[in-house]
């Protein structure tokens, strides 16, 4: 069963538009961390953001800011004015069983100039 | 400081061959996991550790074994190789699941059986 859902495949944009990559996860637990990873061409793992789910309060970083929402399962990731270079591959890893990250299929995004 | 470093980086298995995937970090982190991504998908653990001496299955284990000797290392054992084994293998490690970054991944290793 799949247990963290990145609805969308490949999201397609252009330069200085705004992406937003979805994840709902299920869990059970009521304490635990969510990530986003970013894979670019090159294929290693780049840590983005970390997120515990005892604080609601959604934050920015840079270009990077996320919702998360406990009551629906949900832990969205936006960025803004993309630029080529943001032209990767988007997982999202929440820590739902245990102590281990379960990563979801990953958003394909592309960024033309 | 080295991180987690994985060998090798590229692997050809004939089918029926073994080979071992060694992963070793420097950052006397105590968990430490396998996990593959084949093409256009996402990671899927193999086996994870706790712990020297102690191991535990992953999503997808079958055709694979672990061992954890020491705190440094974390081999991955292939036997029998099998076309549906060619991927790509990260190691990672965490100190904790509450770290700043979660994981510390390795830079993968791409494994084709054919």
């Known amino acids: 069963a799949q247990k963290v859902t990145q609805a969308q495949t490949e999201i397609s944009v252009v330069e200085k538009e705004d992406v937003t990559l979805d994840c709902v996860y299920e869990?059970?637990?009521?304490?635990?961390?969510l990530f986003w990873y970013k894979q670019p061409p090159s294929g290693e793992l780049v840590f983005l953001i970390r997120r515990n789910s005892f604080d609601e309060q959604n934050e920015i970083s840079g270009r990077y800011s996320w919702n998360f929402q406990k009551s629906t399962s949900s832990f969205n990731f936006t960025i803004t004015a993309s630029q080529v270079v943001d032209s990767a591959v988007y997982f999202c890893a929440p820590q739902i069983e245990g102590n281990k990250l379960t990563f979801g299929g990953g958003t394909r995004v592309l960024v033309k100039p | 400081n080295a991180g987690v470093t994985q060998t090798p980086k590229f692997r050809i298995l004939k089918i029926g061959q073994s080979m071992t995937l060694q992963c070793t970090q420097d950052m006397n982190h105590n968990y430490m996991y396998w996990y593959r991504q084949d093409p256009g998908m996402g990671l899927k653990l193999i086996y994870y550790?706790?712990?020297?001496?102690?191991?535990d299955k992953g999503e997808v284990p079958n055709g694979y074994n672990v061992s954890r000797s020491t705190t440094e290392d974390f081999p991955l054992r292939l036997e029998l190789a099998a076309p549906s084994q060619t991927s790509v293998y990260f190691c990672?490690?965490?100190?904790?699941?509450?770290?700043?970054?979660?994981?510390?991944f390795g830079s993968g290793t791409r494994l084709t059986v054919v």
């Open positions: 990672a490690s965490s100190y904790s699941i509450s770290a700043n970054y979660g994981y510390t």
């Open positions: 869990t059970r637990d009521t304490t635990y961390y």
């Open positions: 550790s706790v712990g020297a001496g102690i191991t």
